[in-house]
């Protein structure tokens, strides 16, 4: 059996509130259960913290045990160096998600600083975006 530790930054938690037309309607946890009934061979673990110190931790913790790292990390992917250098650090392969088309929102959006270390990323396809790295892990 895999395990895949998903990780949500800042802000996830609000999901299902914050800019329901940005981000749906639809609650990550409620969410979550049907992620996990889609793979049923697989250990889905969560987290979320608006915390990078808490985001590190998380990563130093399963980097080197989980098969993969499913990774939103919100506002921390366009600028958190120290979020970079963790990523890098670790043995799993790390899949960065974002549920909107973040190059086609504000400008500051189209950099992600740790792009250029994670596996590969997905964006765009609302939750769906979460099951297609899932996927790509399992």
């Known amino acids: 059996m895999k395990t895949v530790q998903i990780i949500n930054g800042p802000n996830l938690n609000l999901l299902g509130r914050r800019e329901p037309e940005v981000y749906g309607n639809r609650g990550f946890e409620d969410y979550l259960d049907s992620l996990r009934d889609a793979f049923p061979d697989c250990e ?6 608006n915390s990078e110190g808490a985001i590190i931790d998380k990563l130093q913790q399963v980097g080197f045990s989980a098969d ?6 919100g506002a921390y992917t366009h600028y958190s160096i120290a979020l970079r250098d963790a990523i890098k650090s670790i043995d799993a392969p790390v899949i960065e998600v974002h549920i909107s088309n973040v190059h086609a929102r504000e400008e500051f959006r189209h950099k992600s ?4 270390v ?7 396809f609302g939750l769906k975006s ?4 899932v996927e790509v892990i399992v």
Do not use: D, E
């Not at 889905?44 to 913290?49: A, G, K, P, T």
């Not at 993969?68 to 990390?73: D, E, F, H, K, T």
């Open 113 to 116: 600083v740790i792009s250029a």
């Open 68 to 73: 993969g790292i499913v990774l939103n990390a």
């Open 130 to 133: 979460y099951q297609l790295a």
């Open 118 to 124: 994670c596996r590969g990323v997905i964006a765009g």
């Open 44 to 49: 889905i673990l969560y987290f979320q913290s």
